[in-house]
C-alpha cells in the first residue's frame, strides 16, 4: 500500500446553507481563512475529527456551530463529492450537506462576523474547489424534493400564512406562481399544517389565518 499516498487523503464535510432572503433563494457562504484559495467565499465547512465525531452528520452540526454560532439546523447528507483533482493539497473526499432555516436566525450570525456572507444562488458564481457543483446539487436537491415534501417550509419561521408558505415553495420550486386553490386543497388532502392562535396581516391587506406545520410531516406521494 502507498503509505505516502494515504497521508494526503482529506475528509471534510461541506454545507449548503440555504435561506430566503428578499423574496429570493439565497446561500450562506465564508471567507476562506486559509489556504488554499485563502480570502475567497466558499461552503462552509470544516475536516471530520476522527477522534470527535461519531460521524458526518456530527461533523455538520459542528462544523456549522463552530462557523455560525448556531445549531438546530434542518439538515440532509446530499452526497460525497471526491477526487484527485479537486483539491490542489491533495486526494479528497468532501460529504455534503443541505442545510435549511428560516432568515431570521441568520441575521446574528451576519451581523456579528463579517466572513459569512448571504448571496442569492443565481449570482454565485466562481466558487473554490468544486462547491459550485455542490450548491447546484443542493438546488437540484430542494426543488425536487420539494415538489412531494415539506423541505422547503423549512425555510419559513412559524407561524405562517398561506399565502407565505406558498410564497416559499414558489421560490424553491423555481415557479413564478403554483395555482392558489390547488396548492391550498393539497395542503388539506394531505393534512400538513395546524391552524394555531392569531391572525397576521397578508396579501391584500386582510387579516389571515396562522398555521404550522404538523409535527413529523415530511414526505407525501403526490406533488404539490
Known sequence: ?????????????????????????????????NPPFEGRLALIGGYVRAGEDDN?????TRVLLEKTGLG???????????????????????????????????????????RLKLLPVDDIADLPFDHGRIVAAAIERLRGKGAYSTLPARLIAE???????????EVSL??????????????????LVDEVAGRRTDTGGRQAHLYRLKPGALVFDRRI
Not at 56 to 60: E, I, N, Q, R
Not at 83 to 96: F, L, T
Open 72 to 114: 438546530g439546523f434542518f439538515l440532509e447528507q446530499l452526497g460525497t463529492f471526491s477526487g484527485r483533482d479537486r483539491d490542489p493539497r491533495g486526494w479528497s473526499a468532501s460529504i455534503a450537506y443541505l442545510a435549511l432555516t428560516p432568515h431570521a436566525r441568520l441575521a446574528e450570525p451576519l451581523a456579528a462576523d463579517d
Open 56 to 60: 458526518a452528520d456530527a461533523t455538520a
Open 1 to 33: 500500500m502507498d503509505r505516502v499516498a494515504d497521508d494526503k487523503q482529506i475528509v471534510t464535510v461541506d454545507v449548503v446553507l440555504l435561506t430566503l432572503h428578499q423574496g429570493r433563494l439565497a446561500a450562506g457562504l465564508i471567507h476562506r481563512e
Open 174 to 191: 423555481g415557479v413564478d406562481r403554483l395555482d392558489k386553490s390547488s396548492f391550498r386543497r393539497k395542503l388539506n388532502e394531505l393534512d
Open 159 to 169: 407561524p405562517f400564512t398561506l399565502s407565505e408558505l406558498q410564497k416559499v415553495y
